[in-house]
């Protein structure tokens, strides 16, 4: 090699060398432990971006590092195949979806090799491959054999002018995206999965991962959203046999509701809308607004009154019906008891139609209540509420329960926010669903034998239509059960079902004929999942579900699918998310060209701890590439030296200590504190300062002195063992240039396959440690100690010294402030 650092070349070699040995491919069952390191697999759009780019290398670091510490890493990478920007593409500039699939990850594999990332490439999976989605398919009929899959009417998007169902993201601003009409709700059936079903385990199995950001647990818990209360009766005053149920978390203020609101969607406003124009009007105009819940608490309250009362179920009181646009129809019962005096959105919408306010809380504390402005929310104690009056919500609640559960009024209920999970998309690039419709026989699964439906990729679109629905080479078939003319599902899943269960297909590498089998449970769950904080609730919940129906089914052993999860901040430049609508992107492919991959790898890692975003910086590259220059020109100016040691000491050299050079064995100790702390920063993955580790070991190598006593200088010995030191934390960063000088300083065997360097052994601990000890935060005196004593020693130390006594003189001490390391302040 040269002495001159050509990152080009060093990284090609290394490339070539690691895949002539196939260093990366994983095998189970071997006497090491396992560790599976998987980064959330990219949708193959096209090329790799600046985000792609930092994940798979935080990835990679771990990966490596897990391997040097002897474990038996496994780190897959695959591709996200289906979803619509193919089709898009394939609309706009007429290649078929596959083939644009195809050559798009071609590329962008090619652009991870380019970046060195160790991926067991023997394991790729693409998702569009029959050979993955039959498996699918076949699970998709066993959860219908189960009774965990059903269809039912759902709304959608409908374009009246292009007469089809877009997605959300080809709705741009209640438009349809190529049409540009008014889009339209419509009902249509849908498949949907049973996901409420595992409402409870999902949420109370996040109490099993701590390893998990706690950001994302709650962010789950609130998506699945856990609701205790209770489903009350309300008699309609027109007909006493009937009722009306709504759902409240608040009974407490049972005897504050002053009128009933129902959903536009609800029966009740239907059969109230016949014979009331108005009514009808209004119901037809909530019909095309999708609201969003989040966007219930700011929407602008509106609503008609249906002219219907209902009783109260305890004063007997008659309380107006209304239908309110701020009410969902699938979510509780679809109607609520309004309590404006404590409730915001029924306090707005109670202000706005000027219906009655009753308080029935009074504030904790007593004090009086402004209704001008806002509800009172919280609980307090109760008034105006018959003998509940004087208790506190708390007490309140069970009891007023208890009260309509005898009466036949109500029952205690627990609702989920969580909806169970609809699979069907009206979209051609996607899994064929695998079932049959029969005038007969009503809809019947594809029997196991004639798996997979493959999804013709040969295709011409025309519009943006899928494709299948004017196939009826597709479409046409036999029904299996009565052998009558029946016709295939022309829709296909959502692209989240594949991307449930990639992470187990990994570790079952060229399985043809189940769709897991035992290596799943060898190399489940996933050590480390890394990806980023936007899939935070549907993808991470839909994949635990996914994985737990998969255990149901005996096809893995474990409850949860990853064991730790990180979540990697964006890539930003000027202060905005990267992105191509904003212009303002950085080609990683440019980059590596310019100053190659170790450099673009080591500048996305020491430019932010892994889970903060990160700003992009021209300078910051430049620094990573200086970093990588000077410690090959270190390398090579030591070149002799090292080899000499290495030749003449194949093990650590016994030094004679006792003799040797204090300020030589200040730097050894030095060195293996920076080793430490590099060792607990890869551990809680603040990857950025382990770069500052390794800049810390360079500058300390290029101070060792010579000794003054030249028998016992040992200047050559601790370059060498530094710069093994430095090679071996550092290769999982940059992995190409460490492997490189690894070799040219003859260090023996693959970089790739060293351990992780030995740590401080007893000769260089520092022993004692002086601390420095304040009163008042006036320093007042220093003490030695053991290096490891705890702060009940330190303290003890500190108490007795001379110095501090005399100060002190009998004072009684408020508390101690221990700085590990630094000082400890006495508080008196
Ligand atoms: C009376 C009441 C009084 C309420 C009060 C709140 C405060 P979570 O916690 O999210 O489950 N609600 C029930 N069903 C609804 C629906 N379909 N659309 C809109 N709002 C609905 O919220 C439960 C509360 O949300 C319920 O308790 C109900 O209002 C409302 F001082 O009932 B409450
Ligand atoms: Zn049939």
């Not at 904080?533 to 949860?560: S, T």
């Not at 970093?627 to 390398?635: D, E, I, N, P, T």
């Not at 200088?713 to 071996?728: A, F, R």
């Amino acid at each position: 090699m040269h002495e001159q650092y050509d990152p080009q070349k060093i990284e090609e070699n290394a490339q070539k060398t690691w895949e002539e040995h196939a260093c990366f491919q994983a095998t189970e069952y071997t006497n090491k432990e396992k560790f599976y390191c998987l980064a959330m697999f990219p949708y193959p759009s096209g090329r790799l971006h600046m985000g792609h780019t930092r994940v798979y290398t935080i990835g990679d670091v771990i990966s490596r590092y897990q391997r040097m510490l002897g474990k038996n890493v496994l780190q897959p990478m695959g591709w996200d195949g289906f979803g619509l920007p193919a089709e898009n593409a394939a609309i706009q500039n007429k290649i078929p979806p596959a083939e644009w699939t195809y050559k798009n990850i071609g590329f962008m594999r090619n652009q991870m090799k380019r970046l060195g990332l160790g991926f067991d490439w023997s394991r790729e999976i693409t998702t569009c491959d029959p050979n993955y989605y039959r498996w699918e398919q076949w699970f998709f009929i066993k959860l219908y054999e189960k009774g965990f899959v059903y269809k039912k009417n759902a709304e959608v998007n409908w374009d009246p002018v292009d007469q089809t169902v877009l997605a959300n993201e080809q709705v741009v601003d209640g438009r349809g995206w190529r049409s540009g009409a008014l889009v339209e709700r419509r009902e249509i059936p849908q498949w949907f999965f049973k996901i409420t079903a595992y409402a409870d385990e999902l949420l109370n199995d996040l109490d099993k991962l701590p390893g998990w950001p706690e950001q994302i647990k709650a962010m789950q818990k609130n998506w699945i959203g856990r609701s205790e209360g209770v489903e009350v009766n309300f008699t309609l005053s027109h007909n006493q046999n009937e009722h009306l149920t709504i759902f409240t978390t608040r009974p407490d203020t049972l005897f504050g509701v002053t009128y009933i609101a129902i959903a536009p969607q609800h029966e009740l406003a239907k059969q109230a809308a016949n014979t009331h124009p108005a009514l009808q009007q209004f119901l037809h105009e909530c019909k095309n607004i999708k609201v969003a819940e989040a966007e219930l608490a700011t929407l602008e309250k509106r609503g008609l009154p249906t002219g219907l009362t209902a009783v109260h179920p305890i004063t007997h009181e008659p309380l107006p019906i209304w239908v309110a646009n701020f009410v969902v129809m699938d979510y509780g019962a679809g109607a609520v008891m309004a309590v404006p005096a404590h409730d915001q959105r029924d306090f707005e919408f109670a202000q706005h139609y000027k219906l009655p306010i009753k308080q029935v809380i009074l504030p904790a504390d007593q004090s009086e209540w402004d209704f001008s402005k806002a509800a009172y929310v919280s609980p307090g104690e109760l008034i105006n509420s018959a003998q509940f009056t004087g208790l506190s919500s708390e007490k309140a609640a069970p009891q007023i329960i208890t009260l309509l559960e005898n009466h036949d009024k109500g029952k205690a209920k627990i609702h989920f926010r969580l909806r169970d999970w609809s699979i069907s998309r009206q979209r051609y690039w996607g899994t064929p669903i695998p079932i049959i419709n029969c005038a007969t026989c009503g809809t019947v699964p594809v029997p196991e034998k004639d798996l997979p439906v493959i999804l013709p990729e040969q295709v011409k679109f025309s519009g943006v239509t899928s494709p299948l629905k004017s196939m009826p080479e597709f479409y046409e078939i036999e029904c299996p059960n009565c052998h009558q003319q029946a016709t295939r599902e022309t829709e296909t899943f959502d692209t989240f079902f594949e991307s449930s269960w990639y992470y187990a297909r990994f570790a079952c590498k060229k399985q043809e004929t189940a769709m897991l089998d035992g290596r799943a449970n060898y190399w489940l769950p996933v050590d480390q999942y890394i990806g980023g904080v936007e899939h935070a609730v549907m993808h991470l919940l839909y994949a635990r579900f996914i994985h737990k129906a998969l255990r149901d089914e005996g096809l893995v052993n474990h409850d949860e699918p990853f064991t730790r999860l990180l979540t990697q901040g964006h890539v930003l430049k000027d202060g905005t998310k990267m992105s191509k609508s904003k212009g303002n992107v950085v080609d990683p492919e440019m980059l590596t060209t310019r100053y190659g991959a170790d450099t673009v790898r080591l500048f996305v890692i020491f430019a932010a701890p892994p889970e903060q975003n990160l700003e992009w910086s021209d300078s910051g590259v430049e620094g990573a590439y200086r970093f990588l220059k000077r410690l090959w020109a270190f390398g090579y100016e030591h070149k002799n030296a090292i080899m000499h040691q290495n030749h003449t000491y194949s093990t650590d050299k016994a030094i004679d200590w006792d003799h040797s050079d204090p300020k030589q064995r200040d730097i050894l100790r030095q060195l293996y504190d920076i080793l430490d702390q590099i060792k607990y920063d890869y551990e809680r993955l603040q990857l950025n300062t382990v770069v500052s580790g390794c800049m810390k070991l360079l500058n300390l190598l290029t101070k060792v002195p010579e000794a003054t006593d030249p028998d016992n200088d040992y200047q050559e010995y601790i370059i060498q063992q530094g710069m093994k030191m430095l090679l071996s934390v550092l290769s999982p960063i940059a992995p190409h240039m460490t492997h490189q000088l690894w070799q040219d300083l003859r260090f023996p065997g693959l970089l790739l396959n060293a351990c992780w360097p030995k740590g401080n052994s007893i000769a260089f601990k520092q022993d004692e440690i002086s601390l420095v000890v304040q009163i008042n935060g006036k320093l007042r005196s220093r003490i030695t100690v053991a290096a490891d004593a705890n702060q009940e020693i330190i303290e003890q130390t500190a108490l007795t010294d001379d110095k501090v006594k005399q100060i002190m003189s009998g004072k009684i001490v408020k508390k101690c402030i221990l700085v590990p390391g630094k000082l400890i302040n006495i508080v008196i």
